[in-house]
Structure formats: structure tokens, C-alpha cells
């Protein structure tokens, strides 16, 4: 009985939106649950960094809230400090001019400002070309928003392929996306490759939907380029942002996203809707990470490099049964699995036979039949070592 005192039957059937039947379940609290039941676990899987923010993050969070005008709604699309503090960091690290070809919005997250993006963009039924293998959530999205996600296979080094993007525009695109650096694969794309999907955008009239979550993770010789700084690129590039990578601030709930002048209305519409605002806790920590700038995050980089290096080195070696393609880029390999296993089976055998956790390829729609993405992002060199010795005693155990 209910407080009504009806009966559940009473109300008939009832069922979610076929649309969201549709999508596909989050992964990563699937492998929560594997770890969970499994003590000891080394974790491979969640894409966050080992550290935190900058101090100076909590001091402006400790005098957070001494006027009463902290505590109410603020302009919709951040207040005018941060926006400012993120115009001058666009100009300054990404040669992006914001206005006034561009507008600024201050989201909770690069998620949000991708389903910012997606919903401005399409209308149900329009096609939203994902290269792949790709973040899940961008693929969540565009179900969600009752619009169809166009997969494109990237190439064997998971670098973008131009002309298989170029041939899968229709009349209903609306939007290619790409991220570099790359989740799930950690590929950079090279300049010229994002410069000929910004031209390929601008020629067949669609967005070009880029994210720059890892912006700070291209190691040398990789260099990141931000399609948005493309002179009169404005008008097609949406470019999205994240502070939870670079500043260790994941739960702070802050990214931020540079949309074309001719979207500002849509997009306003939307994130009022949303989140009538961003909330002001987090945009002054956003304001005093950004303060200190891109020194934090350049600072722990060669240690997620050496890293990198040293795992490389490791699954490499002949007798591992798995491909690794080298890439420059984030804190993730996935890595192709000589096995009769599929990828979920892999990863939660991995899990409860070798306490080691990955992410199964196939969240991200990887064509290769068994794969894991592996991130070393989250923990300290030693319990990366350590986890690798295991995933390469799990996958000698389960190799063809
Ligand atoms: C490519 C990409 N974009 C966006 C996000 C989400 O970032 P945020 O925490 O800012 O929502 C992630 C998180 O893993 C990501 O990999």
C-alpha cells in the first residue's frame, strides 16, 4: 500500500522510456560490484588521477560562503570571475578567442556539457558520428537525447580515419566528435588530422564536437591542438573541458564548454533547465585551481610518463598475449587480448582469479573481440607495477 493507500496495481503498468531502455548500463559500477566481492583488488579500471587538488583549492573553499549572495542562484552560465578566469586560460593555453564568435558555459563536468552539446545540436532521430572505440557516455548521451550514434572504426593505432568519417556523413549528421587525447585508447590525434575533421565539419555543415578532458596528458613528442583555435572554426566547434583530470577535482563537478555564438540560446535553454546554475562551492574552487594554472597538472605528468613507458615495456614482450598499440596520450592503454574469452568475461575473471581490475573493451563499442582499457592514472607506481605483474599472470593464464 502507498501513502494513498493504493496498491501498486492500481496504477497499471508501468515502465521507463523505451529510449532509455536503450542505452546501454554503466560499466564501471558493474566492475565496483566485481572488486567489491573480490578484497585485494589491485584497481585498473576507474579514469581518475592519484591526487588531489592544489591547496590553494581548499583555502578558498574555507572562506566559501560569507555573503549571503553565495548562497543564491548566480548567472546561468558561471559567474563572470570564473568566466573570465576562463577566457584568459582559453586564450592563453588553447589560442581560443571566446567572444564574440563563441560563448562560455560552466558545467558540472565534461558530461555535462557533452549532453549540453548533444541536445543543441540534434533533433530525435539526427546522426551523431562517434569515432570508436568511444567513451561510453558520449554514446549514453546521444541515446538519450533520442538521436543515433554513428560508429566509425578508427584505425589499428586508433587514429582517426578521415575518410571513413567523411563517407559516414548523411543528410541527418549533425555533429562529429572527437577526444584527444583519447578515452578509452590514450591516442593523440595529430594536429592535421583534427584540422581536416574541423574542415570536413565546415564543408558538410555539421558540429564538430571535440573534448579536451586530457588536455593536459599529451606526453612528447605529442603535442595537444584544440580545433577551436582554427581561424573561423567558431562557428562549427563546440570544445569541452574538464577540471576533474588535470586538477584532481572528479567530484568537484566542473567543466566547461566554448559554444558557437549561434548555439548560445539553445544551449542557455538547456542548462537552465539543468542546473539553472553551476554550483558556486565549485566554481570558487575552479577559480583558485585555475589560479595556480597549468603548473599543478604539468607537475605530475612525467610520473604518469614514466609509467606509461614502463608498462609499454612490460606488455610488449612476446610472451604477453596482447597487442598494445603505442600511444601518446591521457593514462590509458587498451590493449587487445589474444583470448577465446570476450572482454566482460576477461575482466571479471581478471577481477576474482587475479584481483587485478581493467574496464572490458566492449563498454566502448571496440571492435576486437576480447579487450581491457587499463588506466594508470589512479594509483602510485608501485601498486601500478604490481597490478600489471598480475594482469600479465591473468592474461598468460587465460591466452590462447
Ligand atoms: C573523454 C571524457 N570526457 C569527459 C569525461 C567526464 O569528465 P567530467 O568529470 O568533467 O564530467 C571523461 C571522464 O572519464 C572522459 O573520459
Excluded at 588553447?94 to 543543441?120: D, E, H, K, W
Excluded at 549561434?262 to 583558485?288: F, H, M, R, Y
Aim: glycine fraction near 8%; proline fraction near 7%; charge should be negative.
Amino acid at each position: 500500500m502507498t501513502d494513498h493507500g493504493l496498491r501498486a496495481a492500481d496504477y497499471g503498468t508501468v515502465s521507463q522510456s523505451a529510449r532509455l531502455a536503450a542505452v546501454q548500463a554503466p560499466v564501471i559500477p558493474i566492475v565496483g560490484r566485481w572488486i567489491a566481492e573480490t578484497p585485494g583488488t589491485i584497481s585498473l579500471g576507474q579514469g581518475i588521477v592519484s591526487y588531489g587538488p592544489p591547496p590553494q583549492v581548499m583555502q578558498a573553499v574555507a572562506t566559501f560562503g560569507s555573503t549571503l549572495a553565495e548562497h543564491r542562484y548566480g548567472p546561468v552560465e558561471g559567474s563572470a570571475e570564473l568566466v573570465g578566469l576562463i577566457e584568459e586560460k582559453l586564450a592563453r593555453e588553447n589560442g581560443i578567442t571566446v567572444r564574440p564568435a563563441s560563448r562560455l558555459f560552466v558545467t558540472a563536468g565534461g558530461n555535462q556539457a557533452f549532453v549540453n552539446a548533444v541536445l543543441a545540436v540534434t533533433d530525435p532521430g539526427d546522426e551523431v558520428i562517434l569515432p570508436t572505440p568511444f567513451y561510453f557516455n558520449h554514446e549514453m548521451a546521444v541515446v538519450i537525447a533520442g538521436a543515433v550514434p554513428v560508429g566509425v572504426p578508427t584505425t589499428r593505432e586508433y587514429q582517426l580515419d578521415v575518410e571513413a568519417t567523411a563517407a559516414a556523413i548523411t543528410p541527418r549528421t549533425r555533429a562529429i566528435v572527437t577526444v584527444s587525447p583519447n578515452n578509452p585508447t590514450g591516442a593523440v590525434y595529430p594536429e592535421q588530422a583534427l584540422r581536416r575533421v574541423n574542415q570536413l565539419c565546415r564543408d558538410r555543415g555539421v558540429f564538430h564536437i571535440h573534448d579536451e578532458a586530457y588536455e593536459y596528458f599529451a606526453y612528447a613528442p605529442a603535442r595537444h591542438f584544440s580545433p577551436g583555435s582554427i581561424a573561423d572554426a567558431a562557428a562549427h566547434t563546440l570544445s569541452l573541458y574538464s577540471l576533474s583530470k588535470g586538477y584532481g577535482m572528479a567530484s568537484w563537478r566542473v567543466g566547461y564548454m566554448v559554444v558557437p555564438a549561434g548555439l548560445w540560446e539553445a544551449v542557455n535553454k538547456i542548462q537552465d533547465t539543468l542546473l539553472i546554475c553551476p554550483p558556486a562551492a565549485s566554481q570558487a574552487a575552479a577559480g583558485a585551481a585555475l589560479r595556480v594554472g597549468r603548473a599543478y597538472p604539468d607537475g605530475h605528468t612525467a610520473q604518469l610518463d614514466r609509467m606509461r613507458h614502463d608498462i609499454y615495456e612490460t606488455l610488449s614482450a612476446s610472451d604477453v598475449p596482447c597487442e598494445v598499440p603505442a600511444v601518446a596520450g591521457a593514462f590509458y592503454y587498451l590493449i587487445r587480448v589474444d583470448s577465446q574469452l570476450d572482454s566482460m568475461t576477461l575482466a571479471e575473471r581478471l577481477i576474482r582469479e587475479h584481483k587485478v581490475a581493467t574496464i572490458p573493451g566492449s563498454a566502448f563499442a571496440d571492435s576486437a573481440p576480447c579487450s581491457v582499457r587499463i588506466s594508470y592514472g589512479a594509483l602510485e607506481p608501485t601498486a601500478v607495477e604490481e597490478g600489471i605483474g598480475r594482469l600479465v599472470r591473468g592474461l598468460r593464464a587465460v591466452g590462447v
